[in-house]
């Protein structure tokens, strides 16, 4: 007796939208977007994106349905409010180096690098920003030095060592807390510190690092829990079963293969910080000439010159500017060495 065979399932295709119908759907969208903003008055960049983004939104779900199915409507309508949310988070950065590129070029330079501003007084237009380089690099490199080893080791043991418990927690909670202080608590604290120590008369880099530590080292206690977090528990299991002690452990196993992350955490935190003002403005003050000296006398930031410079008005402006640019392009260069720690060091198949 002979099986009878089935004959197959026909399979069911479902129509999909040619691959140019969402582009022409939004130059459609941009045209009427344009004449409604017309009509409402004014015509205006921003309405004109706005009317076209909610007549896009509403067009595209519409064509999908009478042509795909709801299902992939429901799909092109998550995706065109997905897109829409990022392009609107992007605006403000995007504006934001274009207005510091634009503005600042105007002055910025290699005679703006390499020179203070001794001798500048009123409506003159020279002067620059190497006094202001040169301490922002002291006082940065100070809460560096300050706030990474702590950050890394605080992390090491919560992670690694800390059993659940009210230490842990009251860390974690210490952790979290500081997280949120404000930067210009973290200068009064800082501020007084010295001042009951050395005296009211001090200044120097050394205050402002440890102002800036303050700020540091919870985002980098953060970030590197995180990434240590991430390393499967399979890799510290098999370096026991060999019998590498566990602090060897964490060295060559566990930090290694997190370094990609932690190097980013770090860098982000040190963009964090190298941007504040208001602890500065109490801590480390400004001065006109370079000063070498990390330990002893005002020294200049770039955060409180660009504050101080564009106060004054007039020509200061632009040079406020152009140290608001030199700021940026510190930390482009500082994210492109993480980037570059991230792919020479981590392990391979990490990268």
């Given at each position: ?25 939004l ?8 004449l ?66 634009t ?98 008369q ?36 098999a ?5 590498v ?46 000063n ?57 198949g990490?990268?």
């Amino acid at each position: 007796m002979s099986a009878v065979s089935t004959p197959p399932r026909p399979v069911r295709r479902t129509r999909r939208l040619p691959s140019f119908v969402p582009w022409a759907v939004l130059a459609g969208s941009v045209v009427v977007g344009v004449l409604l903003s017309l009509l409402s008055g004014e015509l205006t960049p921003t309405g004109a994106i706005l009317f076209g983004a909610v007549v896009y939104a509403i067009a595209i779900t519409a064509i999908s349905a009478s042509v795909e199915g709801g299902r992939w409507a429901r799909d092109r309508l998550a995706t065109t409010l997905v897109t829409g949310a990022f392009l609107i988070a992007t605006i403000p950065l995007i504006s934001l180096v274009a207005l510091v590129a634009t503005r600042g070029s105007l002055r910025f330079g290699w005679r703006f690098l390499n020179d203070d501003m001794v001798g500048i007084f009123g409506a003159m237009t020279e002067g620059g920003v190497y006094h202001a380089i040169i301490g922002t690099v002291y006082v940065t490199g100070i809460a560096a030095i300050v706030a990474i080893p702590l950050g890394i080791l605080t992390a090491v043991y919560l992670v690694e060592y800390a059993q659940p418990g009210p230490l842990k927690r009251a860390i974690t909670v210490l952790v979290d807390v500081m997280t949120g202080i404000p930067s210009i608590v973290a200068g009064l604290f800082a501020y007084t510190v010295f001042v009951i120590f050395v005296g009211p008369q001090y200044k120097s880099a050394l205050i402002g690092g440890v102002a800036l530590a303050l700020l540091m080292t919870p985002v980098v206690v953060r970030s590197v829990e995180e990434m240590l977090r991430l390393v499967p528990n399979e890799l510290r299991e098999a370096a026991y079963a060999l019998g590498v002690p566990k602090w060897l452990t964490i060295v060559k196993v566990v930090l290694r293969t997190a370094i990609a992350g932690i190097t980013t955490g770090i860098m982000i935190s040190i963009a964090r910080v190298i941007g504040e003002t208001a602890p500065l403005l109490v801590t480390v003050g400004l001065v006109n000439n370079v000063n070498f000296d990390a330990f002893d006398g005002r020294i200049a930031t770039l955060p409180v010159y660009v504050f101080r410079q564009y106060a004054q008005g007039g020509v200061s402006v632009d040079r406020a500017w152009a140290a608001a640019l030199t700021l940026i392009i510190i930390v482009m260069l500082l994210n492109l060495v993480a980037r570059l720690v991230s792919k020479f060091f981590s392990p391979k198949g990490v990268r």
